[in-house]
């Protein structure tokens, strides 16, 4: 019995040895940090001033009078509806494609997945030169007879740019995943329904997109993520405008942070896009008990 007991005890201690590194990591990566945040947003922080006073919960009462705020979601929301359909749809468009068994599949594969790789904030100053008024993408409209606007310096033109250059810089991992999944398609079920007189469209749609609907329930989960934390090419490109046409939720929340200096604030904007984005991602991950396979 006791060396039973002793047996039980150092299984014990090696899995709590095992997962240690990652329980502190959590803790003091994740959970800390977040804490402190909590406890910043209930006080009116100023740093050039050097002033730290508790405020209780009047930064996030400020919230409803904010009409920054207000346009900061409202451009955060047709920031990522963009970017989420265009780049979902484009990337399942493209694994379509390139599952398909033809020549120099594999050149384009790795032409679209580049990108990925590439620096983002490098990638986003060539985009920026490139979508000037004189800019490459103009000059190639000149081209062919049309005339291009000003792109990064109206409103609509310039959250269209911004979306554009966020899906071309990471619909490659998307398409990757959707090629696996893809390629995991048992090919004896599409014969069977080719045989039966099914056409291409009834194929995908009754036998390839229940298969790999977990890979797309992953693939929306960390694109909508994505697109409510962008903030490097809204700062490259448009810093925001023009007006606040671009300043979506995280940039707002930089301004207010290190322009501003009211940390308080900035600390309370954080903790909403912390409950936006777990609720969506629970709304999310709830919801796949509806439409992905196996989850039915």
Same mark, same amino acid.
């Given at each position: 019995m006791?060396?039973a007991?002793?047996?039980?005890?150092?299984d014990?201690?090696?899995?709590?040895?095992m997962?240690?590194?990652v329980?502190?990591g959590?803790?003091?990566f994740?959970v800390?940090?977040l804490?402190m945040?909590?406890w910043?947003?209930?006080?009116?922080?100023?740093?050039?001033?050097n002033?730290?006073?508790?405020v209780?919960?009047?930064?996030?009462?400020?919230m409803a009078?904010?009409?920054?705020?207000?346009?900061a979601?409202?451009?955060?929301?047709w920031?990522s509806i963009?970017?989420?359909?265009?780049?979902?749809?484009l990337?399942?468009?493209?694994a379509?494609?390139?599952?398909?068994k033809?020549p120099?599949?594999?050149?384009?594969?790795?032409f679209?997945?580049?990108?990925?790789?590439? /620096?983002l904030v490098?990638?986003? !100053?060539?985009?920026s030169? =490139? #979508?000037?008024?004189?800019?490459? *993408?103009n %000059?190639? @409209?000149s081209?062919?007879?049309?005339?291009?606007?000003?792109?990064?310096?109206?409103?609509?033109?310039?959250m269209?740019a911004v979306?554009?250059v966020?899906?071309?810089?990471?619909?490659?991992?998307?398409?990757?995943?959707?090629?696996?999944?893809?390629?995991?398609?048992?090919?004896?079920?599409q014969e069977?329904?080719?045989?039966?007189?099914?056409?291409?469209?009834?194929?995908?749609? /009754?036998i390839t997109?229940?298969? !790999?609907?977990?890979t797309? =329930? #992953?693939?929306?989960?960390?694109? *909508?993520? %994505?697109? @409510?934390?962008v903030?490097?090419q809204i700062?490259?490109?448009?810093g925001?405008?023009p007006?606040?046409?671009?300043?979506?939720?995280?940039?707002?929340l930089?301004?207010?942070?290190f322009?501003?200096n009211?940390?308080?604030?900035a600390?309370?904007l954080?903790?909403?896009?912390?409950?936006?984005?777990l609720?969506?991602?629970?709304?999310?991950w709830?919801?796949?008990?509806?439409w992905?396979?196996?989850?039915?």
């Amino acid at each position: 019995m006791a060396t039973a007991s002793a047996a039980v005890r150092r299984d014990w201690l090696v899995g709590y040895t095992m997962v240690a590194p990652v329980v502190l990591g959590s803790l003091a990566f994740v959970v800390l940090p977040l804490g402190m945040v909590v406890w910043y947003s209930l006080h009116e922080w100023n740093v050039l001033a050097n002033t730290f006073t508790f405020v209780g919960a009047e930064n996030y009462q400020r919230m409803a009078s904010d009409p920054g705020l207000g346009d900061a979601l409202l451009a955060t929301v047709w920031f990522s509806i963009g970017l989420v359909v265009v780049n979902i749809a484009l990337a399942l468009l493209l694994a379509v494609l390139l599952n398909q068994k033809l020549p120099g599949t594999t050149t384009f594969r790795t032409f679209f997945f580049s990108p990925v790789v590439v /620096s983002l904030v490098a990638w986003t !100053i060539v985009w920026s030169f =490139l #979508l000037q008024a004189d800019g490459g *993408i103009n %000059g190639f @409209l000149s081209v062919l007879g049309a005339e291009g606007p000003n792109w990064l310096r109206h409103p609509t033109t310039a959250m269209i740019a911004v979306v554009i250059v966020q899906v071309f810089k990471n619909v490659g991992l998307n398409m990757i995943l959707f090629l696996a999944a893809l390629q995991g398609v048992p090919e004896e079920l599409q014969e069977a329904a080719r045989l039966d007189g099914a056409g291409a469209w009834r194929r995908f749609r /009754s036998i390839t997109l229940p298969l !790999i609907s977990p890979t797309i =329930l #992953l693939v929306s989960i960390i694109t *909508i993520v %994505g697109s @409510l934390e962008v903030f490097a090419q809204i700062d490259v490109l448009t810093g925001g405008g023009p007006g606040n046409s671009t300043t979506v939720l995280v940039y707002y929340l930089y301004q207010q942070a290190f322009r501003f200096n009211e940390f308080g604030y900035a600390s309370a904007l954080a903790v909403l896009l912390f409950l936006i984005v777990l609720v969506l991602t629970l709304l999310q991950w709830q919801s796949r008990k509806r439409w992905v396979f196996h989850e039915v």
